[in-house]
């Protein structure tokens, strides 16, 4: 029963040795494959609006061009 206790201590210690877990190799899939978050909706909708505003912007220069050329 003495015994028990140090080979319970070598064991323990022996197991939390410092040497690195060896590396877990991942598959190529996992690592090119992309996860959707509940911000790309956003971001789409962004994106979105940011193409509206810049069609309403050159609409908006063309016409006042428009104007110009008519009043001149």
Known sequence: MKWLVPMFCLCALAACSGKPPAPES???????????TPWD???KDEQRARD???????QARQQQQQ??????
Request: net charge negative; glycine share 4%; aromatic share 0%.
């Open 67 to 72: 104007i110009d050329a008519a009043g001149q």
């Open 52 to 58: 509206v505003q810049k069609t309403v912007d050159d």
């Open 26 to 36: 991942q598959p190529a899939t996992a690592s090119t494959a992309r996860v959707a």
């Open 41 to 43: 909706d956003l971001k």
